[in-house]
């Protein structure tokens, strides 16, 4: 296709999240009240400086256990791009979390959707608009 083109995304770490299945997760991150720890990778650990308890961030994550053929949405009857579903060609998720503690290596946050393992694509302060 035109203007298609390879993408290369590298994990920046995962997520330890008391989810293990899609079905357990909630329907979206701000409907859940759980912890999540989010471990990042030594080589990018540095990115943690300035992140302080009580800040939002925006977390981006690829659902790796999702469906990735799925345009259509059956029991909205709507295309995917109108939903919030994780099973979409580029499964990118993406909560607001509020931090509730940082450590070693890792985030300790609430408001997170992602099941245990999910890889973690970025991380960005929240913009409140």
Do not use: C
Request: aromatic share 6%.
């Amino acid at each position: 296709m035109e203007g298609e083109r390879d993408l290369k995304l590298r994990p920046i770490g995962f997520i330890v999240s008391p989810y293990k299945t899609m079905e357990e997760a909630p329907r979206q991150g701000f409907l859940s009240r759980q912890p999540s720890r989010i471990v990042i990778y030594e080589a990018y650990r540095k990115g943690l400086d300035g992140i302080k308890a009580g800040m939002e961030l925006d977390v981006l994550y690829w659902m790796d256990r999702a469906e990735r053929e799925r345009l259509y949405s059956e029991g909205k009857g709507r295309g995917v791009f109108l939903t919030r579903s994780p099973h979409r060609p580029n499964p990118i998720g993406v909560s607001t979390v509020k931090v509730l503690e940082v450590g070693d290596g890792e985030v300790v946050v609430r408001g997170l959707d992602a099941i245990d393992g999910t890889p973690v694509l970025d991380i960005k302060p929240a913009i409140k608009g």
